[in-house]
């Protein structure tokens, strides 16, 4: 990919990151940095976030969820870098 083409990243964020705000968070902050993509809770307890834009923005995201800013507590953040899809026209809680 070249480095201006968009991009989508995928994150899978554990830790204590349901119920307290975290999707809600995550929103303000992927728009803020002008991403698209969507957040939602998994079954399991994680969040995860699917976010498209630069990659440079995308890294912006990774690293605020990373950060120790963050609604409840993050332990740890995975993710996996791929070509956008039909992309997305806002930043949705799901």
């Given at each position: 990919?070249?480095?201006d083409?968009?991009?989508?990243?995928?994150?899978?964020?554990?830790g204590?990151?349901?119920?307290?705000g975290?999707?809600w968070?995550?929103?303000a902050r992927?728009?803020?940095?002008?991403?698209?993509?969507?957040?939602?809770?998994?079954?399991?307890?994680?969040v995860?976030?699917v976010?498209?834009?630069?990659?440079?923005?995308c890294?912006?995201?990774?690293?605020?969820?990373?950060?120790?800013?963050?609604?409840g507590?993050v332990?740890g953040?995975?993710?996996i870098?791929?070509?956008?899809g039909d992309g997305?026209?806002?930043?949705a809680?799901?």
């Amino acid at each position: 990919m070249h480095s201006d083409d968009p991009v989508r990243c995928t994150a899978w964020v554990r830790g204590k990151v349901q119920e307290v705000g975290f999707r809600w968070w995550t929103r303000a902050r992927a728009m803020e940095i002008g991403l698209t993509g969507y957040t939602s809770n998994l079954g399991d307890g994680r969040v995860q976030v699917v976010a498209e834009g630069s990659h440079q923005d995308c890294e912006r995201l990774l690293a605020l969820l990373r950060g120790p800013g963050t609604p409840g507590a993050v332990t740890g953040v995975t993710e996996i870098w791929s070509a956008t899809g039909d992309g997305y026209d806002s930043f949705a809680i799901r």
